[in-house]
């Protein structure tokens, strides 16, 4: 029988240990480990893991996280993750390392040739000038994203490399506009809650179409590919980013580009089961791996570790809102 290959991807939800973080880092570690274990991942993708400062000063570290990973397996793993962006933190911290929050990491069985991440380097920030803004700004100011696109490329037993993108798209949360809330929750206007929220899908456009340069990069590079792409798309199938990533045929209306589009391996999953978070009751597949042509040639199952997964909106226990997925493939001959 082939050896078999597991890519994972689990959004931890605000992985911390600060002392007003609840529930406690302890609580949360008895609760994830298990079923970090229970995924058996050669090649595991994280979103949501905040950084903290070591107890001597420095630069924050993935600290939280390296606890989480004692004793089990991808505690030996190598690991790449996302960096701040240059300036100052949240919290005025000039120096460099993780940040604050929500940083994505990529863990690996297998050794990292290289890594990168993108943040407007393949797409730049559009101008906006927001209309319901008070004061409204004289120019367009520019559109940031909230995180970057991580890539790492890994080398398989048998000299063959997989090419890994790990992404968390912004959700579709209303963006703040200057002058139009009251606070943290509540809108001034119907106005300006709907431009924030164009804002906010705006955001998670540009970061779908900066993952899917990555990949037509890759491509160019190397049409057979093995290409994954996984992570919190912050939409289901049908919506604007999946189709912005996947690229399919349908879409572009011409076959001969066929082979540069990604098949999201969910759809394997039955209707009941395809669900990786629950929203107010609404069963939602927010979570997705997508894959090339050549690795979905070695494809032979996924699963959504969905069962007991609780509705985000009435439950504070320790465990993740979000099902994690692992899709298996057979190893690649050399």
């Not at 529930?23 to 994280?46: H, K, N, Q, T």
């Not at 959700?171 to 002058?179: D, E, K, S």
């Not at 906010?200 to 590919?225: I, N, S, W, Y």
């Amino acid at each position: 029988m082939p050896q078999t290959l597991r890519i994972a991807t689990f959004n931890l939800e605000s992985l911390d240990d600060r002392p007003d973080v609840w529930p406690p880092l302890e609580d949360r570690i008895e609760a994830l480990r298990p079923r970090l274990v229970r995924l058996g991942a050669d090649i595991l993708c994280l979103q949501e893991v905040n950084g903290q400062h070591p107890p001597g000063g420095g630069p924050r570290r993935l600290l939280a996280l390296e606890r989480l990973l004692e004793e089990t397996p991808y505690a030996g793993f190598h690991m790449v993750s996302s960096q701040r962006v240059s300036g100052p933190d949240r919290e005025g911290d000039e120096a460099r390392g993780a940040d604050a929050v929500h940083n994505l990491v990529i863990l690996s069985r297998f050794s990292i040739q290289a890594s990168l991440e993108l943040r407007h380097d393949l797409v730049d920030r559009p101008l906006y000038r927001p209309a319901t803004a008070k004061p409204k700004p004289r120019a367009a100011q520019p559109v940031e994203w909230d995180r970057p696109v991580l890539q790492a490329t890994l080398v398989l037993p048998g000299g063959q490399m997989v090419h890994v993108i790990n992404l968390h798209l912004r959700a579709p949360l209303a963006a703040p506009v200057a002058g139009q809330k009251q606070d943290s929750s509540t809108w001034r206007s119907v106005a300006g809650w709907a431009e924030g929220f164009f804002l906010a899908t705006m955001k998670r456009a540009g970061q779908a179409l900066e993952a899917r340069l990555l990949v037509d990069h890759l491509f160019a590079a190397d049409p057979g590919a093995l290409i994954a792409v996984c992570g919190d798309f912050n939409a289901e199938e049908r919506q604007t980013p999946l189709r912005t990533i996947r690229g399919d045929v349908t879409d572009t209306g011409n076959s001969a580009l066929g082979d540069s589009a990604l098949i999201p391996l969910d759809r394997a999953v039955p209707e009941t089961r395809r669900y990786s978070v629950v929203h107010g009751g609404r069963r939602q597949m927010l979570d997705h791996v997508l894959v090339s042509r050549e690795l979905f040639d070695l494809y032979r199952h996924v699963e959504v570790h969905n069962e007991g997964l609780a509705d985000e909106l009435t439950d504070s226990g320790p465990e993740s809102h979000h099902a994690p997925l692992v899709a298996v493939f057979d190893l690649p001959n050399g």
